[in-house]
């Protein structure tokens, strides 16, 4: 995941066991112990880098957030946790009536993205697709994920540990980044 910019772990896993030689089935880690590895990983090798890679998609996560304002944005996946890789996607969830909302939003700004679909699960094993845009700033990718009103209040179970994902409003992330600054 840390070299090859692989943002699955069901991918990442099959792509280990078979450079291993083992079988794809059973005995592979569970997702959190390969996030707890590659965060070790991260901070062995790329300790400073990596401070600095947080820091900058962060700062331009919360400019993103800024723009974005008035569709409730809240920040998730591996730039909310600190474990990004040269191929993280900054990941913001916003809320809106329509979907189309936010293609509306991003031409009239004159923003270039893709179109595409989000696939979350939820609980009792239920999968959703959402909407999702994702466009390009300071050669970072930036996908949103759009939710109606009503499906905003149920966060998606994280992708790491089963448990509802971790989100972010604007005040919380600027408030990450000034601890972070502090000696």
Not at 77 to 87: C, F, M, Y
Request: with cysteine; charged share 30%.
């Amino acid at each position: 995941m840390a070299e090859e910019g692989v943002r699955d772990f069901q991918t990442a896993k099959r792509k280990a066991a078979a450079r291993l030689g083992l079988p794809e089935t059973k005995h592979l880690p569970g997702n959190d112990e390969v996030d707890s590895a590659l965060q070790e990983y991260l901070r062995l090798f790329h300790g400073g880098r990596l401070t600095q890679s947080v820091r900058r998609l962060r700062e331009l996560a919360a400019e993103a957030m800024r723009f974005l304002s008035k569709f409730d944005p809240r920040l998730v996946g591996p730039v909310l946790s600190g474990t990004v890789t040269s191929a993280s996607a900054i990941e913001i969830h916003l809320t809106a009536d329509f979907s189309e909302e936010i293609g509306f939003w991003l031409q009239e700004h004159s923003i270039p993205y893709e179109q595409t679909d989000r696939r979350l699960r939820f609980g009792g094993d239920r999968q959703e697709s959402f909407p999702a845009y994702r466009f390009t700033a300071d050669n970072v990718p930036i996908e949103l994920c759009i939710f109606d009103r009503r499906e905003a209040r149920e966060p998606p179970l994280s992708p790491v540990d089963g448990k509802p994902m971790k989100r972010a409003n604007l005040r919380e992330v600027e408030n990450l980044m000034s601890e972070a600054a502090e000696p």
